[in-house]
């Protein structure tokens, strides 16, 4: 039986289509990534797993249970950090922690080793209000609730979001230790470099499961080249390649261009010719793809274009 | 479960004690109101300034003005020259009556010759000048029995009035209940459907959703404070009322408290109701000013007697608790009655009561929408 199995759900806002017909499976003790930029309905599929929503089509069962009618059961259950801090700002770290452990009937002691990898970092601060605390500790302390009953799935909607670099990676090796005390863990970002942390991932965009894949046969998939192009005047040369015929997509990518090729072709060949063509300071670099690649072609292919 | 329930019953008080405007309302309106209306709003006077035209200037006016200062609610401010500086004094404010005693009073009083005083007020304060007249008349009236020495006018009928259960007319005796009823309905109604609006507005209640808690006990867990504090808030106006103001407890204190208590479940409920229809404590906010607070104030009976509105406005005062709690209350405290007195009362207050935790449970949303 798998930790969460969702078969073709659907769900409408009014008229626009937040999900429709999403359907993977999450087994035992795996970290999921769902990948997908803001409004690609990921908070949607999570309150619908998390009894919060009901989705208009399509069946979901978490640790077994059906999302609607064992509602109660999944509840006792899981553990649900949402998208944005939802604790108590003006209880101390301890008093939330100790409150989030009472309420599912179990205390701090009895399941500290659970979350003593984490509390640690938090604990000298254990009497400090939660809404004094920073962005990557507010998150540690969200982490450490949702924890703190021993659930056997955990949801995490954004939990990086709006975290500094360090207490990002931080929070990861965070999840990657909770794995080995086989909990399943769906957890949801918008940032692409953090998908390849996980063991599976999800793309999905718009409502829509782009790929579901590990994260590494994705990046092998990609079997197109791909150039990353520099140069001074990025935005001339971005119209310039779009007009070539052996381009296949060409995207601005951070301070370079990421240029997807439907030809074979060598970099310093390719870098010789737009050398001549008028761009002196170009320089052309063959790359492995990541995630954000696949996830752009993906999205490319899916809205019609070349 | 009981140690859930007390728990989510510390964290509540946690959150009361560390938020300085909860803290305010809670302890520091009920402490403002009873006050302000002990103090303020009041429609006794002392010591108001009255200004005499003294057309006689004999000694019989000289008698009569002294008798008016002697009951020590008129000062004579000024003794005026002319007719025309009569309306200088109210104009500014200053007097608010005009006495003006006419020519040869000594003379026709022994007489007995019939005598006109002119009384003018200030009618811009209609309430005011009313009772002021009223003063004026029946000091006029205890002058003449003092001064003909005989008994009352064998053919004239006489007026003899006794206000029982307020002999002294305090207005005391009309605000104490009033204010009782509206501050337990501000603080069981209004501060619980603004905590409740507030788990959802800071997403918490996302995460109680998502736990064993039944929808009961959060709903429990959130009113238990409040309920209490409500119920000490109550006592502490009773007292003030009863040592500040010297409000009377004839009745029994037994059924007064829990007349109390029943009333706090009914406030308890409608703020519970209220929440249940709101996502933010802003719109919780203005529900229950609106459609709480300003019903309750106006249309109770507590301010206006309900029997002289127009008859949509006292249907509506009907339907509001604080109408029949305010009548409990008076009958309680100043009447002294007992149970079967207020059975019907409490009847209609208990099947309100009834009705909103009907409607909430009915409304509770066990998901976000």
């Not at chain 1, 080793?113 to 400090?128: N, S």
């Not at chain 2, 002392?46 to 000289?62: H, P, Q």
């Not at chain 2, 004579?76 to 200053?94: D, I």
């Not at chain 2, 007489?111 to 002119?118: E, K, L, R, Y």
């Amino acid at each position: 039986m798998n930790a969460i199995s969702i078969q073709n759900i659907s769900k409408n806002y009014k008229d626009t289509k937040a999900l429709e017909d999403i359907s993977f499976e999450v087994q035992n003790g795996q970290l999921f990534g769902l990948i997908g930029p803001d409004g690609a309905g990921k908070s949607t599929l999570f309150r619908i797993l998390t009894t919060l929503l009901l989705a208009d089509k399509g069946q979901a069962f978490v640790d077994g249970y059906e999302v609607v009618k064992e509602f109660r059961e999944i509840r006792k259950r899981v553990g649900y950090m949402p998208g944005r801090f939802s604790l108590y700002q003006d209880l101390s770290v301890e008093e939330n922690l100790s409150f989030f452990a009472t309420i599912f009937g179990t205390t701090i002691e009895e399941n500290y080793d659970l979350i003593r990898d984490i509390y640690v970092q938090i604990e000298p601060f254990k009497k400090r209000l939660a809404g004094n605390l920073s962005g990557g500790m507010k998150q540690k302390l969200a982490l450490s609730c949702a924890l703190i009953h021993k659930p056997t799935v955990l949801f995490l909607d954004e939990p990086t979001t709006g975290v500094d670099a360090v207490s990002r990676k931080e929070f990861w090796d965070m999840l990657r230790s909770l794995k080995e005390k086989n909990i399943a863990i769906l957890v949801s970002t918008p940032y692409m470099d953090e998908a390849v942390l996980c063991d599976e991932i999800a793309l999905i965009q718009e409502g829509r499961i782009l790929k579901i894949d590990e994260p590494q046969s994705m990046i092998h998939q990609f079997d197109r080249p791909l150039f990353a192009v520099k140069t001074n005047d990025t935005y001339k040369l971005l119209k310039h390649l779009r007009l070539k015929p052996f381009t296949h997509s060409v995207l601005p990518f951070g301070e370079c261009l990421h240029l997807i090729s439907s030809e074979r072709m060598s970099a310093a060949d390719l870098q010789d010719q737009l050398r001549s063509e008028g761009f002196a300071d170009v320089i052309v670099s063959k790359i492995k793809a990541s995630i954000e690649d696949v996830f752009l072609e993906l999205s490319h292919k899916t809205e019609g274009h070349v | 479960m009981f140690k859930v329930l007390l728990a989510f019953i510390r964290k509540e008080f946690y959150h009361i004690l560390r938020d300085k405007r909860t803290l305010l309302i809670l302890f520091g309106m009920p402490l403002a109101q009873v006050l302000i209306f002990g103090y303020a709003v009041t429609n006794e006077f002392n010591d108001a300034e009255i200004d005499i035209m003294d057309y006689a200037k004999d000694e019989t006016s000289e008698q009569y003005i002294n008798h008016l200062q002697s009951s020590g609610n008129f000062i004579v401010r000024r003794v005026l020259g002319s007719p025309n500086e009569m309306e200088e004094g109210m104009k500014a404010g200053k007097a608010k009556l005009v006495v003006s005693i006419p020519d040869n009073f000594s003379e026709d009083f022994y007489a007995g010759n019939s005598i006109q005083i002119q009384v003018i007020t200030d009618g811009s304060d209609p309430n005011n000048a009313n009772t002021l007249v009223q003063y004026l008349t029946e000091m006029t009236q205890s002058f003449q029995r003092q001064k003909r020495n005989e008994p009352t006018d064998p053919y004239t009928i006489n007026v003899a009035s006794r206000m029982l259960y307020n002999p002294q007319l305090a207005s005391a005796y009309n605000f104490v209940p009033g204010t009782i009823a509206l501050i337990l309905l501000i603080i069981c109604a209004m501060l619980t459907s603004l905590t409740i609006a507030k788990e959802k507005e800071i997403g918490t209640m996302e995460i109680l959703l998502v736990s064993p808690l039944s929808p009961l006990l959060i709903i429990l867990g959130k009113v238990a404070p409040y309920a209490l504090l409500s119920f000490v808030n109550a006592i502490v106006v009773i007292l003030i009322g009863f040592f500040v103001f010297d409000v009377p407890v004839l009745g029994s204190t037994l059924l007064l408290l829990s007349m109390c208590f029943l009333y706090v479940f009914t406030a308890l409920s409608l703020g519970i109701l209220i929440s249940t229809t709101v996502k933010t404590q802003q719109e919780a906010m203005m529900k229950s000013l609106m459609g709480l607070m300003m019903p309750s104030m106006l249309l109770s009976g507590f301010i206006f007697p309900l029997a002289s509105m127009p008859v949509v406005l006292e249907y509506i005062g009907k339907i509001i608790p604080a109408t029949y709690f305010i009548r409990i209350l008076k009958g309680v405290m100043l009447r002294g009655v007992g149970l079967n007195f207020i059975l019907f009362e409490i009847a209609v207050l208990l099947a309100m009561t009834l009705g909103f935790l009907f409607l909430s449970w009915r409304n509770f949303k066990i998901r976000l929408e």
